[in-house]
């Protein structure tokens, strides 16, 4: 049995950049980090869009909003530090109708308020200038949006990390977490460690393992996919940069969009559909074991009764190309279906609570040693390492 001072579950990002700032804090404690895949950032972090997004959709004053208005200037200063590669692409919001100028007037508000710097409202014609097939009446550009690759990122984390002395086990899935006054044990399936506290990032799971510890978390993790396509190599010419739609601020999706990314190819996506599996990445990914936690939760059907006519269209995206399509020809018309392939899909971790409400921000929960981040969507690559110091000061060492 390995005995640690902190044991940090889960490899993506946000594990990966707490157990970095544990590191930085508290050069003298033993840190271990627990990952059941045998590479990091399989996940949420390694399935994204690589953007490193301004904060301005986020609420005034929400966890989300101060962790990414931070976060992106603390990425990006890490990038240039340690040479990987970023690039700073800026970014078009386009408003296509009457209806969305009033959102697109709130974003401008919004980036007021979370002291976002040069964003600006422009004209059809200087939209025209940035992205020459793009359509719209209005739009915003945000100068500071940014593109990375997460899964390099991560890796410098780790090498980091592992230059500081911490651990970083592979392959070792938990299996039970035993909480006592002094100290926790972590059984896995290749073995057992004692920790004097442990975080929880494990995303996709990380209600499950907040239970597993005797907390419960309040929420439910629900898994929605999002799939994307990929522009041809030879079409890529239509984006120059990243451009969205606004968004429906009663979802917390962004829509379909397309994102330039930094090592070459332009996504196209995603759309957002309910998974049956909690890693479920295809369309025929099943488990009766996630289905069934998900149908059986109160929220779910409220939530499923308040949204179907979204859900159903989306279902109905993912069917037939020309129906994912639509969204995006509304941006670029010139698209045609064969300018795209199909491309990797990733799997959000949202939290739902009991009243079916979609949990908008992150949601963290401390406990007698414990720290459990149970909802880090989107942005939380982003605001990564501003989340790690929030967390490491939850710790009372």
């Known amino acids: 049995m390995s005995h640690y001072d902190f044991a940090i579950v889960g490899g993506g990002i946000v594990g990966l950049a707490t157990a970095m700032e544990i590191s930085h804090r508290y050069p003298d404690k033993k840190i271990v980090l627990i990952e059941k895949e045998k590479e990091l950032a399989m996940h949420q972090t390694g399935h994204n869009s690589g953007v490193i997004h301004s904060g301005i959709y986020y609420k005034p004053g929400s966890m989300k909003a101060k962790t990414c208005v931070e976060g992106v200037k603390l990425i990006k200063q890490f990038c240039k530090d340690n040479h990987v590669p970023m690039k700073e692409t800026g970014k078009v919001i386009v408003a296509l109708y009457e209806k969305e100028l009033p959102r697109l007037e709130n974003l401008v508000k919004r980036a007021q308020e979370n002291g976002i710097p040069g964003v600006e409202v422009i004209s059809a014609e200087v939209m025209k200038e940035k992205e020459p097939y793009l359509q719209g009446l209005k739009g ?22 592992r230059g500081r002395g911490g651990e970083i086990r592979m392959e070792e899935q938990v299996k039970h977490i035993d909480v006592k006054e002094e100290e926790l044990t972590i059984t896995t399936n290749k073995s057992k460690i004692t920790s004097q506290f442990l975080i929880n990032c494990a995303g996709l799971f990380s209600d499950k393992v907040a239970r597993m510890a005797g907390v419960d978390p309040g929420v439910k993790i629900v898994p929605f996919r999002g799939e994307y396509y990929k522009l041809k190599e030879d079409k890529e010419f239509y984006v120059n940069g990243l451009i969205y739609p606004v968004p429906d601020p009663d979802l917390p999706f962004l829509g379909v969009h397309f994102t330039r990314m930094i090592h070459g190819g332009v996504e196209v996506g995603p759309n957002a559909v309910l998974a049956f599996k909690r890693e479920g990445y295809n369309k025929t990914s099943f488990s009766l074991c996630d289905t069934m936690e998900s149908v059986f939760y109160p929220g779910f ?27 995006a020809r509304k941006m670029i018309p010139d698209i045609k279906n064969s300018d795209v392939d199909p491309y990797k899909a990733g799997v959000r971790a949202q939290a739902l609570d009991p009243s079916g409400k979609l949990v908008d921000d992150f949601w963290v929960k401390s406990a007698h040693r414990m720290v459990h981040v149970v909802n880090a969507p989107s942005p939380a690559a982003t605001a990564s390492l501003a989340i790690a110091k929030q967390i490491v000061d939850m710790v009372k060492v």
């Open 301 to 327: 059907w409220k939530m499923a009764f308040k949204f179907w006519n979204v859900g159903m269209n989306e279902m109905y995206r993912s069917t037939f190309r020309s129906a994912f399509l639509k969204d």
């Open 140 to 161: 915003l550009w945000i100068p500071g949006t940014a593109i990375v690759s997460y899964t390099d990122v991560c890796a410098k984390f780790a090498e980091i990390i």
